[in-house]
């Protein structure tokens, strides 16, 4: 019913950039969240940054200063841009929205399929 698709991943050194995108596309009321969450192979998937679809924001302490997540409520569109990576910033990101379907009801969680961001060294 709502499909959430990332782009953007890719392979840098340490100290690039990489600028991720989420589009979400189907049967959407309101969104009132999107954010971004990243799982690295051993590890349990953590949050590391939300928006609203007021404009308000949350980040990791591990990425603050260095990620900026903005949207485009327009186009139900989150972005996540990433500067001055670190090896340990290497994982997969995954795109969560809270999606509201119709008016008056409670927003569900719907998920991306991920895209893979390596930083080495």
């Known amino acids: 019913q709502v499909r959430l698709v990332e782009s953007g991943g890719g392979l840098v050194q340490a100290g690039g950039s990489l600028r991720l995108s989420c589009a979400a596309s189907?049967?959407?009321?309101?969104?009132?969240?999107m954010g971004w969450y990243r799982q690295a192979p051993g590890k349990q998937r953590e949050s590391v940054a939300d928006?609203?679809?007021?404009?308000?924001?949350n980040y990791a302490g591990s990425v603050k200063g260095r990620f900026t997540i903005s949207r485009d409520n327009a186009k139900n569109t989150v972005y996540l841009q990433m500067n001055s990576l670190k090896p340990e910033d290497t994982a997969v990101y995954y795109c969560n929205a809270v999606v509201l379907t119709a008016p008056f009801v409670r927003g569900s969680d719907y998920w991306g399929q991920g895209t893979q961001v390596t930083v080495s060294s």
């Open positions: 928006i609203t679809s007021g404009g308000t924001i």
């Open positions: 189907g049967t959407i009321f309101r969104i009132n969240v």
